[in-house]
């Protein structure tokens, strides 16, 4: 296994006007916020999963937090067996009944955790792991262990883990965990840092919408059948098959169509990311384009700034894929030969996110855009 470290996996950003926390722990390799190779993320995620897998084999529930952790936790789920269950909050108001908690340092603080069938997947998981990209503290997962444990009496009899890309929660956080039945797991574990100052004096703008210019030919794809949707609990196997599925029915669509010596973007939006990378690992295992880079829009309103040592060096600011009134953001857009956006939105059709999208890869000289509604 690749041994993961900070240099690895860390950079620091400044939030764009956040009075709750200054800072941002940006992961180069995540696919969320930066672009990357499908394949160097999936490895890195799948660390994290082997090594859950090797500590809690018995594991049959992993729960995923939104927004930036939802493939993380697919790919941790994945690696303890096909049967597991998976499950990511989420942000979006759907039916159903849904447990409520909170994320205080967030910019969308507000979470939600479908309980249609949750005393059924606790009854059956002997241990029951939660995946978030980075633990700070650990306060809001014993927050949400805690509002559980009242409605789920059973969840006190299971084995609990707490797994993460970074981990910086300190002896005494770790002991709180602990005390609230909680272990944890990590791939790499921070030293202590004053990441305030560090940002300290970072001149930085928010993004903002891209002008108008020329636009990429647009083609929009649907897959046969629908995914099956995480926010609501899959068995892992269905559903990491199914996005296989999906990723090879839509790339052999565009197989004569797409550069095989230019660059592709594929690109998840919000809390649809696993099925992006997917077809994105596809693409770079089959050589289908010389070069692929995976990421995804996000709620997270990150400051940009131009200096080469700074993470976040552009942006764009969009309309949600998912309608209403929510600023999104794209950011580290670079120059691509065709662009492939992979949503489960159900609007994304109809809405002006894909004509603003356009409009930024446009700016940059992109002749394709295909929008593929999974």
């Given amino acids: 296994m690749h041994p993961y470290t900070a240099a690895d996996t860390l950079r620091i950003a400044k939030r764009y006007n956040n009075p709750k926390r200054s800072y941002l722990l940006v992961n180069p390799l995540q696919a969320k916020h930066i672009p990357v190779s499908p394949a160097a993320a999936l490895e890195m995620m799948g660390a994290l999963g082997n090594q859950v897998a090797a500590k809690y084999p018995e594991a049959r529930l992993v729960i995923g937090f939104a927004e930036t952790a939802t493939a993380i936790g697919a790919a941790v789920a994945a690696r303890l067996g096909p049967d597991c269950l998976y499950v990511h909050t989420t942000r979006e108001a759907l039916d159903g ?42 306060r809001t997962l014993i927050n949400m262990v805690q509002q559980l444990r009242e409605r789920y009496p059973r969840l006190g009899e299971r084995r609990l883990a707490a797994a993460s890309i970074l981990s910086r929660v300190s002896p005494e956080n770790q002991a709180r965990l602990a005390e609230a039945g909680i272990a944890c797991e990590c791939l790499v574990r921070l030293e202590h840092q004053d990441y305030e100052r560090m940002v300290t004096g970072i001149p930085v703008k928010e993004a903002a919408p891209p002008a108008q210019g020329p ?106 894929f998912y309608g209403g009134d929510r600023k999104t953001y794209l950011y580290d857009l670079a120059a691509y030969d065709a662009a492939l956006v992979v949503t489960d939105a159900p609007a994304a059709v109809d809405g002006t996110a894909c004509t603003r999208l356009a409009a930024a890869l446009g700016q940059l000289g992109c002749p394709r855009l295909y929008l593929c509604r999974i």
Avoid: K
């Fill in 97 to 138: 009944d849904w447990i409520l908690f909170r994320e205080e340092h967030s910019h969308a603080a507000e979470h939600r955790l479908c309980a249609d069938q949750l005393a059924d997947w606790i009854d059956r998981s002997p241990a029951i792991v939660f995946v978030d990209d980075e633990f700070s503290t650990g």
């Fill in 215 to 320: 636009l990429p030919d647009l083609r929009t794809l649907y897959t046969a059948e629908p995914l099956p949707d995480p926010r609501r609990g899959v068995a892992v196997g269905c559903y990491t098959d199914c996005c296989r599925a999906a990723a090879e029915e839509v790339l052999s669509r565009l197989r004569e169509e797409l550069p095989d010596q230019g660059a592709l973007l594929v690109l998840g939006t919000e809390e649809c990311m696993y099925p992006a990378l997917t077809v994105g690992s596809l693409a770079e295992q089959t050589g289908l384009c010389a070069t692929v880079r995976c990421h995804a829009t996000t709620r997270s309103p990150i400051g940009i700034c131009p200096d080469s040592a700074y993470p976040i060096r552009n942006g764009v600011l969009l309309p949600s």
